[in-house]
């Protein structure tokens, strides 16, 4: 006999129930060619696993992080929850931030990378498939290679977590035709398409 089902919502139920409004932000440390530390920011949807916003940083102050959410909700464009660690790079100017665009933050308790684990994962596919394979130069260099890894993971990468579906709707193409490769960063990944 099956137990009944809790009246209290599990975090995973409530991700499950809500992805379509959820957004989930993280920081990665890599480091370039001299061994000093760069930081990128990104925010994930979680619904679609597309990549919303990312920036790179040598520095990254609150107000440096709130002017990222405030380029990554222009217009109103905005999610009701908001998942973060409790990083102290989330501070006051942040916070207003959050405050003036009515988003809910969901705080993550400590020391557990699975509740913001769709940004994990992004880290980890961003580490293993692209930034293990250069020798970073310095922070434009670092902003280029992950802009192409972001093009690349929102509109040619399928995704197991989304059934194989790519996170942006790919453009329609005709049924026939030879299928050409488009690389991406240097070749390392490749985008298939059809023949115009």
């Given at each position: 006999?099956?137990k009944?089902?809790?009246?209290?919502?599990t975090?995973?139920?409530?991700?499950?129930?809500?992805?379509?409004?959820?957004?989930?932000?993280?920081?990665l440390?890599?480091?370039?060619?001299?061994?000093r530390?760069?930081f990128?920011?990104?925010i994930v949807?979680?619904?679609?696993r597309?990549?919303?916003?990312?920036?790179?940083?040598?520095?990254?102050?609150?107000?440096?992080?709130?002017?990222?959410?405030?380029e990554?909700?222009?217009?109103?464009?905005?999610?009701?929850f908001?998942?973060?660690d409790?990083?102290?790079?989330f501070?006051?100017?942040?916070?207003?931030?959050?405050?003036?665009?009515s988003?809910?933050?969901?705080?993550?308790?400590?020391?557990?990378p699975q509740?913001?684990?769709?940004?994990?994962?992004f880290?980890?596919?961003?580490?293993r498939?692209c930034l293990d394979?250069?020798?970073?130069?310095?922070e434009?260099?670092?902003?280029?290679?992950?802009?192409?890894?972001?093009?690349?993971f929102?509109?040619?990468?399928p995704?197991?977590g989304?059934?194989?579906?790519i996170?942006?709707?790919?453009?329609?193409?005709?049924?026939e035709?030879?299928?050409?490769?488009?690389?991406m960063?240097?070749?390392?990944?490749?985008?298939?398409?059809r023949a115009?």
């Amino acid at each position: 006999m099956r137990k009944p089902a809790s009246p209290d919502q599990t975090w995973l139920t409530f991700l499950h129930n809500h992805a379509s409004q959820v957004w989930a932000c993280d920081f990665l440390q890599t480091f370039d060619l001299f061994f000093r530390a760069l930081f990128v920011f990104v925010i994930v949807e979680l619904d679609s696993r597309r990549v919303v916003h990312f920036a790179v940083t040598r520095h990254p102050t609150d107000a440096w992080v709130a002017q990222q959410l405030r380029e990554a909700t222009p217009f109103g464009v905005k999610p009701r929850f908001l998942i973060r660690d409790r990083d102290r790079k989330f501070g006051e100017a942040f916070g207003r931030v959050v405050k003036g665009t009515s988003i809910d933050i969901l705080l993550t308790p400590y020391h557990s990378p699975q509740a913001n684990a769709i940004c994990e994962r992004f880290w980890g596919s961003l580490r293993r498939e692209c930034l293990d394979f250069f020798i970073l130069l310095g922070e434009r260099h670092l902003y280029w290679v992950v802009k192409e890894y972001v093009d690349y993971f929102n509109g040619a990468r399928p995704h197991q977590g989304i059934g194989q579906q790519i996170p942006s709707e790919p453009e329609p193409s005709a049924g026939e035709g030879e299928i050409i490769a488009f690389p991406m960063l240097g070749g390392l990944h490749h985008d298939y398409r059809r023949a115009a």
